[in-house]
C-alpha cells in the first residue's frame, strides 16, 4: 500500500509538473491569466505531493516494509531509528526524490512570496522551475524508482516491481528483514541529518536565482529586478551550501579516518564548483544593483552556477569520478549529462540572443583601476580563475589524458596545493582592500590611510597566532593578509558605530544595533567577511603545521607528539554495540606538562552484515581552541591486545574552521534578514500582471 | 655403499656452507635498514591506492594497500630514496597512484593549462577594461564617473552620511 501511495504521489508530482511548465508557457502566449493561475496551482500542488511521497518512504523505512527494495538496501532490522530517517537520502533513488522534494519546496516559496512582487517574471520562473522538476522526477520514476518491491515470479526469479506482476508472490518477511543490508557504514555519522539537505538546498536552491535569470532573459524585464528578488533565495542557497560543504569536511574528519577535512577529491571540488561561481555571482550582484554594471557577466555567473550544480550532480551520481562521496554507478548518468548539455546550451544561446541583441547594455562602465566596482570585478576574475584551476584538476585533466592521450591520471592533492594557494591569498587580498575603497574611483593615499587600523589590529592578530605556533616569516605574511581582510570587516563596522555613537549620540549598543539594521546586507556581509578570515586562518594552519606520527605501543608504554603525551591503557575488543556493529577500543591517556588532560577511546567499528567497506576507524580527539590532538587506532596485536599501533595528529588552529563557519552562518542570516521598509515598499509596488488587459 | 652416503653429506654440507657464505655477504652488501612507520606513511601518502577511491596509501583501509605499504617499506629498508620508491610504483601501476604526474608531458598539461586557462581570461578582462576606459574617455563629462561622497571623507560625521547615501542608493 505505502509503495503504491509514493509511486501514484510521485508520478502525480511529475504530471503537475509537466502541466505547470507547458501551461505556463502558454499562458504568456495567448496572454491568458486563468491559464497561468493553473499552471501556478499545479506547481504549488507538486510540494504537498513530493511531501506525500517523501512522507511514505519515511514511513516504509520507520516500519521496516523491507519488500520495499529500498528499505531492503540502505537498513536493517539493528538500523537505529536516527539514521532509518537519514536512509531516507543515504542511496541514490531516495536521494534523488528528497532532492526533488527539496526542489518543490523552494519553487512553492518563491512563487508564493514573489508572486505579488514579480509578476512579469513569474510564468517564466514556474516554467522553468518546473521543467527542471520534472526532469528529476523522471529520473526517480523510470531510472532510479525507490518505490519498487520485490516479488518472486513462479520460475523463482527475483524482479523488482512497484505492482504486483502476474502469478508473483512477495518474499517471506523474515527473510527479507534477516538479508537486509543496512546503511553504508560510512554513512552512520550523526552529521548525515543535516550534511546532506544542506548541501541539496545549496545545489537546489541555485534553481530560483537561476530561474529568474532565465525569465529575465525570456521575458526582457532585464533590470535588476531578478537580481533584487532572488537575492535572499540566493543567500539561502550559498549559506545551505557553505555549511553543506564545512559539515562534509567534519563527516570526513570524524569518519574517514585520515586527519584531515579536505582532501581535494573530485566529489568534494563538484561541490565547491558551484560555490565558487555563486560567490562571485553575489558579489557582483552588487555592482549590479548599485551601479547598473556588468549585466552580462551577472547573467553568465548565475547561469554558469546552475551548469555547475548540474554538472556536480552529473559527476557524483553517474560515476564519472570514484570517491568514497559518490553513489555508485547508474544509469541516470547518460539522461543527466544530456540535461546538463542541454540546458546550459539553451541558457547561453538566450544569453548571447539578448547580449547581440544590446539588450543587456550596462548604464556605466568601469573607469578606475582602483574604484570598488574594479576590485569587485578583480575578485569575480580570481574566482573564475579558482574554478578553472579546480575544474581542470578534478575533471579536465584526468578527462583529456584518458581521451587523447591514453594514460588515467589522478591529480591529487599535491596538484590543488601547488596551483590554488596564490589564487586564495589573491581573494584575502581584495577582501582586505575592496570594502575600503569608494565607488567610481578612489586613491592609492586614501586606500593606504584608510588601511592603518586593520592593519596593526591584523599584526597583533599574527603576533598572538605566532606565540600560539611558531612559523616561519612568509607564513606570518601569509597570516597577516587573511587576518588584514577580517580587521578591515570588523573596523568598517566599528568605525560605523562610532560614528553614530558621536554624531547622534547614541549608546554603544544603540549604535552598533542601528547600524545593522539600516544596512543588513553590507554588515552581515562583513560579518561573512570575519568568518571567512577565521576560517583561512585556521585551514592555512592545520594544513601547514598538522604533526604526525605512528607507534606501537605496550600497554603502559607512551609516545610523545607537539608538547603532548599518551599513555596506551588498555584495550576492549570485541564490544557489541545495540545496531550490531562489534567495536575494539583502545584506551589512552593524554597528557600535557605532566597533567592528564584527556582519556580517549579512539576505535574500530565492524558491521558484520554490511556489504563492501564493512569496517571504520573512528578517532577521538581532545580539541582546544589551539588544536585538536586526534588519535586513530591503526592495529593491534589481536589475542593479547598487549600492543596496538596508534597513528596519531596534532591538527593546530582546525577548530577557528567550526567557529568560522558558525559565523558565517550567523553573517548571512543577519545579510538575509528581511528589512522591513524595503518589504513594506515592495508589497506597495506590487507589480500587475503583464498579462492583464487578456482574459483576466 | 656407507662412503656413498658420507661423500653426499659431505657434499651437501660443502654446498650448504658455502650458500651460507654467500647469502651473508650478500647480506652484508644490502643491509636491511629497520624502517619506521612514520617513514613509511611519508612515502604512502604521495601515492594513491592504485584500485581504490581518490584515497591516498597511508589512509586506505584496505587489504591490498596494507600489503602496499609493506612493499614500501621493504623498499625503503633496501635503501631505496622516497623518490624510487615512487618511481617504482609509477612504473609498475602509471600515472594515476601520484598526485600529480611523474611524466613530464602529463606534468606539464597538468600543471600549466590552468595558468595559460587563467592568463587568457585575466587577458581579455584587461583588454575589456582598457577599452571601457577608452570608451569612457571618449564620452560626455555629464556621463563620466560621479564620485562617490567616500572620495572626500574624512571625518566620522562624513562617514556616516556616506553610509547613509550608500544605502539611500540601494533603495
Redesign the interface.
Known amino acids: 500500500m505505502l509503495a503504491e501511495l509514493g509511486f501514484i504521489a510521485t508520478f502525480l508530482a511529475f504530471l503537475a509538473a509537466l502541466y505547470a511548465a507547458g501551461v505556463a508557457f502558454h499562458s504568456v502566449r495567448v496572454r491568458d491569466d486563468r491559464l497561468l493561475l493553473s499552471a501556478r496551482n499545479a506547481a504549488l500542488a507538486t510540494f504537498p505531493l513530493l511531501g506525500v511521497s517523501l512522507g511514505t518512504l519515511l514511513i516504509a523505512l520507520l516500519t521496516q516494509q523491507y519488500q520495499i527494495a529500498y528499505v531492503w538496501n540502505v537498513t536493517d532490522p539493528n538500523t537505529p531509528t536516527f539514521f532509518r530517517v537519514t536512509a531516507l537520502w543515504g542511496a541514490q533513488a531516495g536521494s534523488l526524490l528528497f532532492w526533488s522534494g527539496i526542489m518543490s519546496a523552494f519553487a512553492f516559496g518563491t512563487i508564493v512570496l514573489n508572486w505579488h512582487g514579480q509578476r512579469r517574471l513569474m510564468p517564466y520562473v514556474i516554467v522553468y522551475t518546473m521543467l527542471t522538476l520534472a526532469f528529476f522526477l523522471s529520473l526517480s520514476l523510470f531510472f532510479e524508482n525507490p518505490f519498487e518491491r520485490y516479488w518472486i515470479m513462479p520460475d523463482n526469479n527475483v524482479v523488482k516491481s512497484v505492482f504486483a506482476v502476474g502469478g508473483a508472490v512477495p518474499p517471506a518477511s523474515a527473510r527479507l528483514a534477516e538479508t537486509a543490508n543496512g546503511l553504508n557504514p560510512l554513512l552512520r555519522h550523526f552529521g548525515m541529518i543535516v550534511h546532506p539537505p544542506l548541501l541539496y538546498m545549496g545545489f537546489v536552491g541555485f534553481i530560483i536565482p537561476f530561474a529568474f535569470a532565465m525569465a529575465a532573459l525570456a521575458s526582457g524585464d532585464l533590470s535588476t529586478n531578478w537580481i533584487r528578488a532572488t537575492r535572499r533565495w540566493t543567500l539561502l542557497a550559498w549559506v545551505s551550501l557553505s555549511l553543506g560543504l564545512v559539515l562534509g569536511g567534519r563527516w570526513a574528519y570524524d569518519v574517514l579516518g585520515w586527519g584531515g577535512w579536505w582532501g581535494w577529491d573530485p566529489v568534494e571540488n563538484a561541490a565547491f564548483l558551484p560555490w565558487l561561481v555563486g560567490t562571485a555571482f553575489l558579489h557582483s550582484a552588487m555592482i549590479q544593483e548599485k551601479r547598473g554594471m556588468l549585466k552580462v557577466w551577472n547573467m553568465f555567473l548565475m547561469l554558469g552556477t546552475f551548469s555547475a550544480v548540474i554538472f556536480g550532480t552529473f559527476a557524483t551520481r553517474s560515476g564519472l569520478v570514484d570517491s568514497v562521496h559518490s553513489f555508485a554507478r547508474s544509469d541516470i548518468g547518460f539522461p543527466l549529462f544530456a540535461f546538463w548539455f542541454g540546458i546550459t546550451a539553451v541558457s547561453i544561446g538566450m544569453l548571447l540572443w539578448r547580449w547581440r541583441r544590446g539588450d543587456l547594455r550596462d548604464e556605466r562602465r568601469l573607469n578606475s583601476w582602483l574604484s570598488r566596482e574594479s576590485l569587485f570585478v578583480l575578485n569575480n576574475i580570481v574566482f573564475v580563475m579558482l574554478f578553472i584551476a579546480i575544474f581542470w584538476g578534478s575533471f579536465g585533466a584526468p578527462i583529456f589524458s584518458e581521451l587523447f592521450m591514453g594514460t588515467t591520471i589522478t591529480l591529487g592533492k599535491d596538484y590543488f596545493l601547488q596551483v590554488t594557494p596564490p589564487l586564495f591569498l589573491v581573494l584575502f587580498i581584495l577582501m582586505g582592500v575592496a570594502p575600503l575603497s569608494a565607488w567610481s574611483v578612489t586613491s592609492l593615499r586614501r586606500l593606504g590611510k584608510a588601511l592603518i587600523v586593520p592593519a596593526s589590529l591584523a599584526a597583533l592578530i599574527v603576533a598572538l597566532l605566532a606565540l600560539l605556533q611558531p612559523a616561519e616569516p612568509p607564513v606570518l605574511l601569509i597570516y597577516g593578509i587573511i587576518a588584514l581582510s577580517g580587521t578591515v570587516a570588523l573596523w568598517e563596522t566599528v568605525r560605523g558605530a562610532m560614528a553614530r555613537h558621536k554624531s547622534l549620540g547614541e549608546s554603544w549598543y544603540r549604535a552598533f544595533t542601528a547600524l545593522i539594521a539600516r544596512n543588513r546586507q553590507r554588515y552581515g556581509g562583513y560579518l561573512v567577511h570575519l568568518s571567512v578570515a577565521i576560517l583561512g586562518i585556521g585551514a592555512l594552519g592545520s594544513e601547514l603545521y598538522q604533526q604526525e606520527t605512528q607507534r606501537t605501543l605496550a600497554v603502559g608504554e607512551s609516545l610523545e607528539l607537539g608538547g603532548y603525551v599518551m599513555r596506551y591503557d588498555g584495550f576492549l575488543g570485541g564490544q557489541i554495540a545495540e545496531d550490531g556493529r562489534i567495536m575494539d577500543i583502545a584506551q589512552v591517556t593524554v597528557l600535557r606538562d605532566g597533567r592528564e588532560v584527556a582519556r580517549l577511546r579512539p576505535r574500530r567499528d565492524f558491521y558484520p552484515n554490511a556489504e563492501g567497506m564493512n569496517s571504520m576507524t573512528i578517532p577521538a580527539a581532545h580539541s582546544t581552541l589551539e588544536n585538536d590532538f586526534y588519535v586513530l587506532l591503526v592495529d593491534w596485536e589481536t589475542i593479547s591486545a598487549r600492543s596496538a599501533t596508534f597513528k596519531v595528529f596534532i591538527n593546530p588552529l582546525i577548530n577557528l574552521i567550526w567557529w568560522g563557519t558558525l559565523l558565517l552562518v550567523i553573517g548571512t542570516i543577519v545579510a538575509m534578514y528581511p528589512d522591513e521598509r524595503i518589504a513594506l515598499v515592495t508589497a506597495k509596488t506590487a507589480q500587475p500582471s503583464q498579462l492583464a488587459g487578456a482574459k483576466a | 655403499m656407507k662412503s656413498l652416503l658420507r661423500i653426499a653429506l659431505g657434499l651437501v654440507v660443502i654446498v650448504t656452507a658455502l650458500s651460507a657464505v654467500q647469502l651473508s655477504v650478500h647480506a652484508q652488501d644490502n643491509p636491511r635498514r629497520p624502517v619506521?612507520?612514520?617513514e613509511v606513511?611519508a612515502v604512502s601518502k604521495?601515492l594513491?591506492c592504485p584500485v581504490?577511491?581518490?584515497?591516498?596509501l597511508?589512509?586506505c583501509?584496505t587489504l591490498a594497500c596494507a600489503q602496499w605499504r609493506e612493499e614500501v617499506r621493504i623498499l625503503l629498508s633496501e635503501g631505496k630514496t622516497p623518490e624510487q620508491v615512487i618511481e617504482n610504483f609509477v612504473a609498475r601501476f602509471?600515472?594515476?597512484?601520484?598526485?600529480?604526474?611523474v611524466?613530464p608531458?602529463?606534468r606539464a598539461?597538468?600543471?600549466v593549462?590552468?595558468?595559460l586557462?587563467?592568463t587568457l581570461?585575466?587577458l581579455s578582462?584587461a583588454a575589456i577594461?582598457i577599452r571601457?576606459?577608452k570608451?569612457?574617455a571618449a564620452?560626455p563629462k555629464a556621463s563620466?564617473?560621479?564620485?562617490?561622497v567616500?572620495?572626500t571623507t574624512h571625518t566620522?560625521?562624513e562617514?556616516?552620511a556616506r553610509?547613509?547615501a550608500?544605502?539611500a542608493?540601494?533603495?
Open positions: 619506521t612507520d612514520d606513511n604521495k594513491y581504490c577511491e581518490n584515497i591516498t597511508d589512509t583501509g602509471g600515472d594515476r597512484v601520484v598526485g600529480t604526474p611524466d608531458t602529463l598539461l597538468s600543471l593549462t590552468p595558468w586557462l587563467s581570461v585575466l578582462a577594461f571601457w576606459r570608451e569612457s564620452a563620466a564617473a560621479q564620485p562617490s567616500q572620495v566620522l560625521e562617514y556616516r553610509i547613509e550608500d544605502l542608493a540601494r533603495r
